[in-house]
């Protein structure tokens, strides 16, 4: 029974150090070559916003709901939700003004999600949260005040 095992196990490794060596298991999709570096490196929300979408006006829409606690204990981890009714692919930003570089975010949704996405952002202090959401080359976006008890980014 050993024996059978010490096989297998040594197959499976023989398998990954040929795969890896192919250069098969370099996450290819995961690297971000064309990752917007200099807008999630900007000092203010209205830089951050001019670079990440080149200029474009954002339209502040009802079409996007931010939800959140008005206040959060912990700074470290706030759970925000976004919700929206727009359809297709859709790219999500979301911005924190009160944290050094405020963008915080970026995540492609699939059709298949229903334009919904919970997740969880560190803030430094008290501020707005705004989502922004793109959909067929437009901007739309929700924004959200959080009052912080105790801050995050430090």
Known sequence: MRRRYLLKAGLATGSLAVAAKAGLLWPVTVLA?????????????????A???????????ERVQLEAKAIAEDGASVPIAIRTDLSGPLLLT???????????G?????????????????????GDVIAVVTAD?????ARRHIQVAAGGCG
């Open 51 to 61: 670079i990440l979408f080149e200029g474009a006006p954002i339209e502040q829409s």
């Open 137 to 141: 080359g437009k901007h739309f976006s």
């Open 94 to 104: 979301l911005f924190s003004a009160s944290n050094p570089t405020p963008a915080v």
């Open 106 to 126: 970026r995540f492609e949704l699939a059709p298949q999600l229903g334009g919904q996405l919970d997740t969880r952002v560190k803030m430094a202090d008290s």
């Open 33 to 49: 070559s064309d990752w917007p570096a200099d807008g999630f490196s900007a000092m203010s929300v209205e830089d951050a916003m």
